[in-house]
């Protein structure tokens, strides 16, 4: 039986089986099995929290504010969230208000809305990667205040003759929007507006008078004052006034009016009396609780609540001895123009009889707007009594509306002085004296 040997070695057929070429081939093996058993080696990226700055809030108005962030540094990884936190707290994170920005920039806005007008915000940029939320830094910001419509108060009407009036109003608030226009507005029909006749007077919150002028005589007209700012118009009250009747009305001859320290009088007539239609408004201004000093070189007078205004409307007020301008002569030039006088007690109870005595004349004489509860007249006589108020011992206001005051040129002892008033309650005209302190109104009379 043969037996059969198996040959372990490698087929060496063709190749050199010398000893130096065996150990290369052994070699070449050794390195073939090292390579093929020798792992892959994988390499790990660390990522980190991004890097963010909050950019300064923009575009800023009572509900709406415009805010961002600029991501200088992603930290590695990917950013899948972003936008910005508030709060009216500081400090804000997440948890507070949020809006986000989809979009792929680093560089984003968010527009925030529904704020609160007129309120401290705190803000902060956020990102959000792999390694968790970074914040940027705080910003802060103030809503603006609410804007609405414009406040604003209608004057009574003064100073009417056949063909104009002068009335005016109060922008008592622009409602956080600047005043665009201002002024009144009339019409022959009831609530007037800016599309019917009207003035323009300035662009300001505060008080203002308006000429109004084309009338037609006789005639009742309506008046409201308005006020226009970014957001809209709105107006006063309505107030409503009748042009004289010429028929019944007769300035002086050949003086039809007087110019004096800036401001027209018209003239009135009535039976031989040279009448101003107008109180007087002559002098600078001073506070209420200043005594005027007749011996100054300069008229002084109160305008009643210390708002010139009140003077453009319804005329100064004076005390006797201002008035008078140290006189104690009935009849004397006192403040009045050139040509002009105080007029005496005998000439007021004059004007008074020719209108039909002391229980009548009021009615004749006031004003036919502006006296309070319905206490207007048929001012028949164009005499144009307006309610003025007076001014106190002691530098307070009072009765505007109410009542009005006409000094007389005539002294009743060396402190006190004779005057005239007209009430809101009837037509009666009634005569009394009292301290020269007070201030009251003045009409001056033609020498």
Known sequence: MTSKHFD???DMTGVNTGKF??????????????????????????????????????NITALTATIGGNITSNGGGSIYQKGICYSINTNPSKTDSIVYNRDTSNNFTCNLSGLTPNTLYYAKAFAINNAGIS???????????????????????????????????????????????????????????????????????????????????NTAYYVRAYATNGVGTSYGDQVS???????????????????????????????????????????????????????SRQIEKYCYNDAESYCDTYGGLYQWNEMMQGSVTPGAQGICPSGWHIPTNTE?????????????????????????????????????????????????????????????????????????NLNYLNTVLSQNFDLNTLGFSVRCIKN
Request: proline letters at 4%; a neutral charge; aromatic letters at 10%.
């Open 8 to 10: 372990c070695k490698p």
């Open 21 to 58: 070429g065996y150990k290369i081939l052994l070699f070449c093996v050794l390195i073939l099995v090292l390579t093929s058993c020798k792992k892959k080696e994988t390499t790990q990226v660390q990522i980190t929290l991004a890097t963010i700055t909050t950019i300064a809030p923009t």
């Open 135 to 217: 914040y940027g830094n705080q910003q802060t910001f103030t809503t603006l205040k609410q804007q609405g419509f414009p406040v604003v108060v209608t004057f009574s009407v003064t100073g009417i003759t056949q063909d104009s009036a002068i009335c005016g109003g109060d922008v008592t608030n622009d409602e956080n929007s600047k005043i665009i226009a201002r002024g009144v507005c009339w019409s022959k029909s009831q609530m007037p507006a800016i599309s019917d006749s009207h003035t323009t007077n300035g662009t300001d919150t505060g008080s203002f008078t308006s000429k109004i002028s084309g009338l037609s005589l």
């Open 241 to 295: 006034f009748i042009t004289d009747d010429s028929t019944n009305i007769q300035s002086c001859p050949g003086l039809p009016s007087v110019t004096y320290g800036g401001k027209t009088y018209h003239t009135l007539l009535i039976g031989t009396q040279c009448w101003m239609k107008e109180n007087l408004n002559i002098g600078t201004r001073i506070d209420g609780i200043y005594n005027q000093d007749p011996t």
């Open 348 to 420: 007021w109870s004059l004007l008074i009889n020719n209108l039909g005595g002391v229980n009548s004349a009021g009615g004749n004489m006031k004003s036919n707007t502006g006296w309070n509860n319905n206490g207007n007249s048929s001012n028949s006589s164009g005499f144009t009594a307006v309610p003025a108020g007076l001014r106190y011992y002691y530098g307070s206001f009072a009765h505007l509306g109410d009542y009005e005051y006409f000094w007389t040129s005539q002294p009743h002892d060396t402190t006190s002085s004779w005057y005239w």
